[in-house]
């Protein structure tokens, strides 16, 4: 299985709102932080402000945060909210599959993989807070700090 951009997205802002935890963020900030299409972050914190990861606030000095801390956000939590179908393989059309042990194979590895992911959260993939926040400064056009 390989997780989509939307995925890698998704994470990518929660991992920025939990490494600025005590103020709010941007969309902007965090695109150009990552490099990355300050429309398709759009779409990504919309989504994520739905399914209660994110809050955001309007106004001119607005933004987002986590809506929770970070420490009670799984990573498989937000991968089976932002995957579609958790299949390996279509099996369903291959006269073997009923009697082929590559289904439950291939389940098994899916339960596996997101048993992985439900075992860590956003705050356990902030190894180094300090080293991860000089790495985005430095991203940041002009070497402007996002602090």
């Known amino acids: 299985m390989r997780l989509t ?37 759009m779409k990504v914190v919309n989504a994520l402000a739905h399914a209660g990861f994110v809050e955001t ?26 995957e579609e179908g958790f299949q390996l393989a279509d099996c369903s ?9 590559l289904t439950g194979v291939l389940a098994q590895g899916m339960q596996a ?9 956003i705050a356990d993939l902030l190894t180094d807070p300090g080293a991860m926040r000089r790495l985005m400064d430095r991203q940041s056009p002009l070497g402007i700090g996002l602090q």
């Open 93 to 101: 059309g291959c006269v073997l599959s009923p009697a082929c042990g």
């Open 113 to 121: 993989m997101l048993a992985v992911f439900d075992s860590y959260t």
């Open 5 to 41: 951009r939307y995925t890698d997205y998704s994470l990518r802002v929660l991992i920025h709102l939990a490494l600025h935890d005590e103020r709010l963020c941007s969309i902007g900030e965090i695109a150009r932080s990552y490099d990355v299409s300050h429309n398709h972050l």
């Open 57 to 82: 606030v309007r106004g001119r000095a607005g933004g987002m945060r986590l809506a929770r801390p970070a420490a009670e956000i799984s990573v498989g939590e937000v991968v089976r909210h932002t």
